[in-house]
């Protein structure tokens, strides 16, 4: 199964996924169990500790072609569509086993658990500092603005260049 924390290295661009990754993903989750869109959503926030969570724009689309292919069903149980993978899915999965791998792989590496207490601290910290700004810019003087974008962009380049290291 993809245990998996935060980013996908492979995209390069702070994306989860590449390209058409987040199908691998699903048809790795429903292989464990049927499950609904948002069960989906979910369970991959919770195994990225709250780091990632897909959007329904992704992840309803990405349900909707795999059905389109055949490799899932729909049944309609409570008013929700749980969806089941198929044996084509199964056989989709088991022939691009090394794609799959190398998603598994990718996603494993950027957890780090060592270092996973830092990055939520990290990522907490720059919440609050959302909510610093959305609270406060509204009643900030044309100056102070511009002292705040100077900050930010410092502090960009200043973190862009250490992890460049």
């Not at 022939?95 to 990290?122: F, L």
């Amino acid at each position: 199964m993809f245990h998996m924390h935060r980013h996908f290295a492979g995209s390069g661009h702070g994306r989860m996924f590449g390209r058409g990754d987040l199908k691998y993903v699903i048809l790795e989750l429903l292989k464990e169990q049927p499950r609904h869109g948002y069960e989906i959503i979910r369970v991959l926030e919770e195994q990225s500790q709250g780091f990632y969570s897909p959007s329904p724009g992704a992840v309803y689309p990405t349900l909707q072609l795999l059905e389109d292919m055949g490799y899932v069903v729909g049944d309609q149980q409570d008013g929700k569509t749980v969806y089941t993978i198929t044996e084509d899915g199964l056989k989709f999965l088991a022939e691009r086993g090394k794609r799959a791998d190398e998603i598994r792989k990718h996603m494993a590496e950027w957890c780090n658990a060592s270092n996973m207490t830092a990055v939520a601290a990290t990522f907490h910290g720059y919440r609050e500092l959302g909510h610093l700004l959305r609270r406060s810019c509204h009643k900030a003087s044309a100056e102070q603005m511009e002292r705040v974008q100077q900050i930010i962009a410092q502090a960009h380049q200043d973190i862009e260049g250490m992890m460049k290291e």
